[in-house]
């Protein structure tokens, strides 16, 4: 059998030489109660084979008998400590690829001009490189000049490229897929969005859940509890006649013992933080991974998260004393100085409607008025204290004068400054003295009502429309968010905007709460009252000030291109920094919880078969009465033995791939998960094993005679 991760196969000399030292038992009583009891058994056994012509009670006089035994039982150990060194295999895996990238590259530096062929090594921030395209970009940095298509699957696993251009930045590692760029150089060696996205994976920790904890509890317990079982049947028989072979004492305690769950249990820990990796997701504690199964509250972001986070205009609303070409004008002149994606967008919708302003000139050397958190809005502002440019729109000769332009020109020669805002309405309003408030409220919420946002338009202090922003939902969510619902999760939406709009948002996603005109310190003390009512809280945060909540959250899911505060208050961080990944986390912890039900489910159904396999083996020899309990008819006690020992190891290896994928996930109620495992597992775990040890019996049997 064997199990391959892209190259990477089960014969590695590293996965075979750590699997053997897990074989030590002081790691096997620190880590696996269970196996380190099968591991005793095995020496024991041993011993007794390699003692010549012992004579007991309890000893068989076949030693080959006692090696075969001896020899199963350390396999079966063996197997554990196998697939718990394959699903690390795959973490180191993780990182050996991100370092191939760190290999250093010949880049082509501009000195004067001229290129110069230099080791990547060797570049300091503010250098200046080339990059055609087929070529590796040597170290992160910022376009200067040109555009391209970037290539970041090696980094990220987005598999189509990525367009890029001027002032974008792009990441070392990463291959240009067409044209050429040059790069500004903006990090130092060893200080990479690589290098950093490796010291995170290798300094996660897997320390064990509660859950697991709890788990590993019970299963020594009932380790316990079979020794004890299984000495008192041992000297109970001896006291009333029965001649109890040790070794097969030693397979009916194996046998009894939840091995496979015990064998399991940190290869499907392991395995869960390694398929978050994969998705570019860094846990920096085992707490988070067990959480998300439990979450039951999911706390988001609209913009980013819920939402592409890129608002564009869509519409423009005058008020009822000016017209559309009125608000256009203005707005595109108070967005000619803004460079976010909303500026852009209101030029844009502009142009293809072919109107700008009339008063061209004037915006071009006008100053520009910078958005800040205290005033919320943002402009322009003219000093007309000459004759101004008041011209027909140049793209479109045909448009009339605009009241806004006649007013602009009203105000030629004097000392008054123009000032042409957007921003919020609450905020134009506080600055306004001559508006239709009644008007501009009611055609804001009629904005808000379709989802989206308005903003406010002045010139001075008098209100003339407004501009609606529309963001829209990131695809798939709906969807994704419905899966959620379905397991039980409550979703709340945090946001900034007013509660129409958000409300909107929230029901084309399927939102279940909104917590609108939010604060940042809100999401704190909402993380705070839903744990107060005893609900497992996920969130995800980018900002220093979201860095309290991240921390006081059962799953914090940081953006890796956020703060430094908030990553490492976070138990995950996103490295492509996608907020929706959220999702991805809870689904598979929610996975992780049903694999370890259903494998321990599987594992504890096993003894049913065990029993008639082994107890006729123990007595038959002298009471003829007992084997009317071999339901199979094995082939002999030996034998009998031989087949379940045989079988309980080998049922390890072939479970790991169900340890390292997991148990198929379907969003559906708990109790119909629960159910449908009882069933598929439960009763399979009662078939299989009289399935399998009666097929292996009949195989040893041929050797036997």
């Keep these: 059998m064997v199990y391959q991760r892209g190259k990477q196969s089960i014969f590695d000399s590293k996965i075979l030489r750590d699997s053997a030292v897990k074989l030590s038992p002081l790691y096997l009583a620190r880590n696996s109660p269970v196996m380190f009891t099968v591991e005793v058994a095995f020496l024991l056994v041993l011993g007794i084979a390699l003692i010549p012509n012992m004579s007991s009670d309890f000893v068989n006089e076949n030693s080959l008998f006692y090696f075969e035994s001896a020899i199963i039982l350390i396999a079966t150990v063996w197997f554990a400590t196998f697939s718990e060194s394959l699903s690390e295999a795959q973490a180191r895996a993780k990182v050996d690829s991100l370092r191939n990238l760190e290999k250093e590259v ?60 001027k002032d974008n930045p792009v990441l070392g590692g990463t291959k240009v897929a067409s044209d050429k760029i040059t790069v500004e150089i903006t990090a130092e060696a060893g200080k990479s969005f690589l290098d950093e996205m490796v010291s995170l994976i ?56 939840p091995t496979t769950i015990g064998a399991l249990l940190p290869a499907i820990g392991i395995a869960g933080i390694n ?9 920096k504690s085992g707490k988070g991974v067990e959480a998300a199964g439990d979450c039951d509250v999911l706390i988001l972001d609209k913009t980013g998260t819920i939402t592409e986070g890129a608002r564009r205009a869509i519409a423009f609303v005058p008020l009822e004393a000016f017209t559309e070409q009125d608000i256009v004008e203005a707005a ?91 921003g919020a309405v609450d905020a134009i309003l506080k600055i306004a003295s001559r508006v239709n408030e009644a008007e501009l409220k009611w055609k804001a919420q009629e904005v808000s009502k379709t989802g989206g946002t308005p903003l406010a338009v002045a010139i001075n202090d008098e209100v003339i429309g407004l501009v609606s922003l529309k963001d829209t939902l990131k695809k798939d969510i709906r969807e994704k968010l419905g899966e959620v619902h379905i397991t039980g999760i409550n979703t709340v939406m945090i946001t900034g ?54 921390a006081k959250a059962d799953i914090g899911l940081a953006m890796n291109r956020g703060t430094a505060a908030a990553r490492e208050a976070a138990n995950m961080v996103d490295l492509d920094s996608d907020p929706s990944k959220i999702l991805k986390a809870v689904k598979l912890g929610k996975q992780l919880l049903m694999t370890r039900g259903a494998i321990t489910t599987f594992s504890i159904a096993n003894d049913i078969a065990k029993y008639f396999a082994i107890l006729p083996a123990m007595f038959s020899k002298v009471n003829p009465k007992a084997e009317a309990l071999n339901l199979m008819h094995l082939h002999s006690p030996e034998s009998a033995v031989i087949s379940t020992l045989i079988f309980n190891a080998v049922i390890i290896p072939f479970l790991i791939p169900l340890s390292l994928k997991g148990v198929k996930y379907k969003a559906e109620p708990l109790e119909k998960t629960f159910v449908k495992n009882m069933l598929i597992y439960g009763v399979g775990g009662v078939v299989l094993p009289f399935a399998g040890i009666k097929a292996i019996d009949l195989l040893v049997g041929l050797f036997w005679r």
């Design 275 to 283: 398929r978050l990796a994969r998705d570019n997701i860094v846990v």
């Design 106 to 165: 010949q880049a082509k530096k501009l000195v004067g001009g001229e290129e110069v062929p230099v080791a990547s090594t060797s570049l300091r921030p503010g250098d200046r490189v080339r990059v055609y395209a087929g070529e590796i970009i040597p170290r992160d940095g910022i376009i200067t000049e040109g555009k391209s298509f970037i290539d970041e699957s090696m980094m990220t696993g987005e598999s189509n490229p990525v367009f890029k251009e």
């Design 497 to 550: 905007d007013n509660l129409l709009t958000a409300r909107m948002i929230a029901k084309e996603a399927g939102i279940d709460q909104v917590m609108a005109e939010a604060k940042p310190t809100d999401k704190l003390g909402r993380v705070v009252d839903e744990q107060l009512k005893g609900h497992v809280v996920g969130m995800i945060g980018d900002g220093t000030n979201d860095a309290p909540a991240l």
């Design 202 to 257: 290798e300094g996660a920790t897997r320390p064990k859940t509660k859950n697991e904890i709890a788990l590993t509890i019970l299963l020594a317990g009932l380790s316990l509890i079979f020794i004890t079982v299984v000495g008192t049947m041992m000297f109970l028989g001896y006291y009333l006649g029965y001649r109890m072979d040790i070794a097969v004492l030693f397979a009916l305690l194996v046998a009894l013992m």
């Design 332 to 422: 595109y002149a108070s967005s000619f100085n803004d460079p976010t994606p909303e500026g852009r967008s209101i030029i844009e919708l502009a142009n293809q409607m072919k109107i700008e302003p009339s008063f061209m000139m004037e915006v071009l050397a006008a100053k520009p008025i910078d958005f800040n958190s205290e005033t919320r809005y943002s402009g322009i502002e003219l000093s007309p204290k000459k004759k101004l440019s008041v011209n027909p729109s140049p793209s479109n000769p045909d448009l009339p004068r605009t009241r806004v332009s006649s007013r602009i020109e009203d105000m030629e020669g004097s000392n008054i400054q123009v000032r042409i805002l957007k």
